[in-house]
């Protein structure tokens, strides 16, 4: 490959699930209504867009080693995103976002389980560290630890 002619995307990537009422929600109660899974997280939503737009975009997350995350890795990658970098982290959940809307769209509610994004490490990241330097540009979700970021700045900041 050839340097300078890929964008990495550094960040989450999970399972949307959005319960959506047909009618006023009865508390306490089953609501018909619709419910939909979508590919979500900040850094997958971003490789998929830049490549949408022409970029060769190459995704760097973690997923779990369930029905979710390889479900989340075709999707994304049938969009055109490179997963092959991406870690599947044995005997975990990939990561999910619940939200409940009411029959009028707004939010009611929403509950987060993202607690894989922390096998987003500096280890997991030196271990493909020239590939992240080679880089022409490095986009990083805000959303991934503190000692990732931290990696990120103080072995690719001329990218």
């Not at 850094?43 to 390889?70: C, E, H, M, P, T």
């Not at 997963?83 to 990561?95: A, M, Q, R, W």
Request: charged fraction near 15%; hydrophobic fraction near 40%; aromatic fraction near 8%.
């Amino acid at each position: 490959m050839r340097e300078k002619d890929y964008v990495v995307i550094i960040g989450s990537a999970n399972i949307d699930v959005a319960g959506y009422s047909h009618e006023s929600l009865n508390y306490a109660d089953s609501n018909p209504g619709k419910i939909k899974f979508t590919p979500g997280g900040v850094g997958r939503n971003i490789a998929q867009n830049l490549a949408l737009l022409g970029n060769k975009a190459w995704l760097l997350s973690a997923v779990g080693s369930d029905f979710y995350g390889q479900s989340l890795l075709t999707q994304t990658n049938q969009s055109g995103v490179y997963v092959d970098k991406c870690l599947i982290v044995p005997g975990e959940n990939t990561s999910s976002y619940l939200s409940l809307l009411d029959n009028t769209g707004e939010m009611l509610v929403a509950i987060n389980d993202m607690n894989i994004s922390n096998a987003i490490t500096a280890e997991y990241l030196a271990q493909h560290g020239e590939f992240i330097q080679r880089a022409k540009v490095i986009v990083a979700d805000c959303n991934i630890s503190e000692e990732a970021l931290a990696w990120i700045l103080d072995n690719a900041a001329n990218v």
